[in-house]
């Protein structure tokens, strides 16, 4: 398999991972297409990642991630999955209030909006498990921890982030 990622950077910062660990967690959650995909993906701040947010899913403020699912007819057979937007203060106060580290946490962000790419939602409970259980497995191939287990201190789990 083979994964074109595009990384864009609008908002810099120490946390921001570079472009080939993107990718490599893009291609991890990617890995069920057996195939070359493209994505894009661009690391904001809060007042853009809150007005995609409001304008796309009608939520306030900003959010953690975002994907934008690429809408092209099927028979141009082009490999593009779409656009994930990740605000990266958000990831970083996350994994702050999570107790994770933020590298675990960019890559559950990563992870868990490639798989929405790929058609995964959490709108159902049965839904949330299957995307779950499929985050929590990618993950671990990666060496990263279950994020939706609660940590030592009674840290909330990522569960009610992505919720």
Known sequence: MSGGVEVQVAVPGLSVPSESRF??????AAMELKGAFELSIRVVGPQESGRLNERYRGCRGP????????ELPDDLGLPLLGDLVI?????????????????????HMVVH????????????ADEAARMEAREVQILAGLGYP??????????????????
């Open 113 to 124: 909006g490639t798989l929405h790419l790929l058609g995964y939602d959490h709108v159902t």
């Open 23 to 28: 990718a490599e967690w893009a291609e991890a």
């Open 63 to 70: 959010t953690n991630v975002l994907a934008f699912p690429a």
């Open 87 to 107: 605000c990266r203060q958000v990831v970083e106060r996350e994994a702050a209030e999570q107790g994770k580290s933020t590298e675990a946490h960019w890559a």
């Open 146 to 163: 279950d994020p939706y287990e609660e940590t030592d201190g009674g840290r909330p789990s990522a569960r009610s982030a992505i919720e």
